[in-house]
């Protein structure tokens, strides 16, 4: 059994982890707000650009490299974790459906955006081709990187498809690690967004139609590495929302349990000093009761 002294140190110990994990979660609070708001501020975009494409995509005879079609030899998979953990599960469940993936896939090649990403599938037999940390750069800016890279891969024929795990924000409860084609750019996709759009508009009816100027393989040309930066961006966001919410989850259940536990040492501590001095007097009566006799 652990003595007094012991309980009193394990018990201070949890106060002070539960002090760290206390403060976790009001970090994690604080900035899955300014997370979750640029996350949605950022979707009004993806869909107007989608809507866009999606006209393009109509006309039908719109051509691009980024939409060909090719048998594939090797796949790329883009995966999306964060750069730190004590957040649940958060990385596991999406290194596991990435892996899943792979398993599946001809010749897979990682294309990793993390650190706890990286450091999992380098303890596998796959094949990274790069890597960047999820803090490394400016959204933007790493998401343009990306893209360059992921479209010279794709062009260049190293990669015949991409797609992309990532983590699908849903609420500050729930995270989904989600699959999405990437490469090459799905013309159903983006008519579909275009569809999606008209749904939500508050006059349903008859729309203005579209003119490409100077013509539509023009505009698809310049739109095309556009879209890929900004699903990549959109992407790069709700990852980070996820991470926020998920460490804000597991930090509040962090420092729950701690409360439970220091409640119950402190229990068992009271018990044992009180035990201790139950001890101490029955010595004294009798010792004094010894003196008497």
Not at 24 to 49: C, F, N, T, W
Not at 93 to 98: Q, S, T
Not at 202 to 210: D, I, S, T
Request: net charge positive; proline share 4%; hydrophobic share 45%.
């Amino acid at each position: 059994m652990a003595t007094l002294r012991q309980l009193k140190d394990r018990v201070r110990s949890l106060k002070n982890t539960q002090q760290i994990t206390r403060a976790m979660k009001m970090v994690a609070g604080a900035k899955i707000r300014r997370a979750e708001a640029a996350m949605r501020a950022a979707r009004p975009y993806a869909q107007a650009i989608g809507a866009c494409l999606g006209e393009l995509a109509k006309t039908g005879g719109a051509r691009h490299p980024l939409l060909e079609r090719r048998e594939v030899q090797s796949s790329g998979i883009l995966l999306m974790t964060a750069d730190k953990g004590l957040a649940g599960a958060f990385n596991s469940n999406l290194v596991r459906a990435a892996l899943s993936i792979a398993r599946e896939a001809q010749r897979p090649r990682f294309y990793l955006v993390g650190t706890k990403g990286r450091v999992q599938v380098r303890n596998t037999t796959q094949v990274i081709e790069a890597d960047w940390p999820l803090q490394s750069a400016p959204f933007p800016a790493l998401a343009r990187e990306i893209a360059h890279r992921l479209s010279d891969d794709f062009l260049s024929g190293k990669v015949d498809d991409v797609t992309l795990v990532s983590s699908r924000f849903v609420s500050t409860i729930v995270q989904r690690p989600t699959p999405q084609g990437l490469l090459p750019i799905s013309a159903t996709g983006t008519t579909q967004a275009a569809t999606d759009r008209a749904a939500t508009e508050e006059k349903p009816g008859l729309r203005n139609a579209f003119e490409f100027e100077p013509d539509a393989g023009a505009v698809l040309a310049a739109l095309l590495p556009k879209y890929l930066e900004f699903t990549i961006y959109q992407a790069l966001l709700e990852t980070q929302a996820s991470e926020f919410a998920a460490r804000l989850i597991a930090m509040t259940n962090a420092t729950d349990n701690a409360g439970k536990l220091i409640d119950e040492l402190t229990l068992v501590m009271n018990k044992t000093r009180q035990a201790a001095i139950t001890k101490e007097i029955l010595e004294i009566v009798g010792g004094a009761e010894a003196l008497k006799g």
